[in-house]
């Protein structure tokens, strides 16, 4: 009898995102006691999340760094990579600028430039808003809360419509073998579709994230026609990527 009740309060959650003990007296036919013991119960098992004024499901929520705690991480490589970056950028050129903290500073290079730039990243749009010169779109969508830039849909749908000169993607993690990687499947799918609709992608990168691998596959390395990292990238793996016959620009 508990163990059916536990599982009909989770399968309850799964449909609202907070319950009081009352709904959950309702709908179980128990008291409010034996409800605060069984929350109590699952509490402990991980299963719920007790908060002020009832419960949630306690959901799973992938460990992200935020843009400001990145920005100081490996700073002047990313300083290099966008420098290298910005030199291919022509006026005129319409670009797209991934979210990261190596394409902020990308952005941060171009300002002086006449040209049309798409980003689902919200720094790169206020950043640029304040020059005339530059026409700015920002995608659209929901914002995720790590790096302030926009996934979903909406921001899919933008992006598959646009064909710019140069795409810079940036990353969490490539490797020859897995490709490019991404810590959730919304982050996934906006890198995934920069990379289809482009004259030229360029994943921006430092040479940390090489060798490792998260959960959601954007696409094959090959996916893009160059690759710009720093220098402290080991001999061996360069060779590696350049056998894929993708550019590489060590800096």
Same mark, same amino acid.
């Given at each position: 009898?508990?163990?059916?009740?536990?599982?009909?309060?989770?399968?309850?959650?799964?449909?609202?995102?907070?319950?009081?003990?009352?709904?959950?007296?309702?709908?179980?036919? *128990?008291? @409010?006691?034996?409800?605060?013991?069984?929350?109590?119960?699952?509490?402990?098992?991980? *299963?719920?999340?007790?908060?002020?004024?009832?419960?949630?499901?306690?959901?799973?929520?992938?460990?992200?760094? =935020?843009?400001?705690?990145?920005?100081?991480?490996?700073?002047?490589?990313?300083?290099?990579?966008? $420098?290298?970056?910005?030199?291919?950028?022509? @006026?005129?050129?319409?670009?797209?600028?991934?979210?990261? =903290? =190596? =394409?902020?500073?990308?952005?941060?290079?171009?300002?002086?430039?006449?040209?049309?730039?798409?980003?689902?990243?919200?720094?790169?749009?206020?950043?640029?808003?304040?020059?005339?010169?530059?026409?700015?779109?920002?995608?659209?969508?929901?914002?995720?809360?790590?790096?302030?830039?926009?996934?979903?849909?909406?921001?899919?749908?933008?992006?598959?419509?646009?064909?710019?000169?140069?795409?810079?993607?940036?990353?969490? $993690?490539?490797?020859?073998?897995?490709?490019?990687?991404? @810590?959730?499947?919304?982050? *996934?799918?906006?890198?995934?579709?920069?990379?289809?609709?482009?004259?030229?992608?360029?994943?921006?990168?430092?040479?940390?994230?090489?060798?490792?691998?998260?959960?959601?596959?954007?696409? @094959?390395?090959?996916?893009?026609?160059?690759?710009?990292?720093?220098? $402290?990238?080991?001999?061996?793996?360069?060779?590696?990527?350049?056998?894929?016959?993708?550019?590489?620009?060590?800096?």
């Amino acid at each position: 009898m508990a163990q059916e009740r536990s599982k009909q309060i989770v399968e309850y959650l799964k449909m609202h995102n907070l319950v009081t003990v009352d709904e959950l007296v309702s709908i179980t036919g *128990a008291s @409010p006691a034996t409800i605060r013991r069984e929350l109590i119960k699952l509490d402990k098992e991980g *299963a719920v999340y007790r908060v002020h004024g009832g419960v949630t499901l306690n959901r799973f929520v992938p460990n992200q760094p =935020t843009t400001s705690e990145k920005q100081g991480q490996h700073h002047k490589e990313k300083l290099m990579i966008a $420098a290298a970056a910005s030199k291919l950028v022509k @006026p005129g050129d319409s670009i797209v600028l991934d979210a990261g =903290t =190596t =394409t902020i500073e990308i952005a941060r290079n171009l300002i002086d430039i006449p040209l049309r730039v798409i980003t689902n990243d919200l720094h790169i749009g206020l950043l640029l808003a304040d020059y005339q010169q530059i026409e700015v779109s920002v995608t659209g969508g929901s914002v995720d809360w790590s790096s302030q830039s926009c996934i979903g849909d909406v921001a899919v749908n933008f992006l598959s419509k646009v064909h710019p000169t140069y795409t810079f993607i940036s990353c969490n $993690a490539f490797k020859v073998d897995t490709g490019i990687t991404a @810590p959730t499947s919304d982050k *996934a799918a906006v890198k995934r579709v920069m990379t289809q609709h482009s004259s030229k992608r360029v994943l921006v990168a430092d040479s940390s994230k090489y060798g490792l691998t998260q959960l959601f596959e954007v696409s @094959p390395l090959t996916s893009v026609d160059m690759i710009i990292t720093d220098s $402290a990238l080991d001999g061996k793996e360069a060779d590696e990527i350049r056998k894929l016959g993708i550019e590489l620009i060590l800096c």
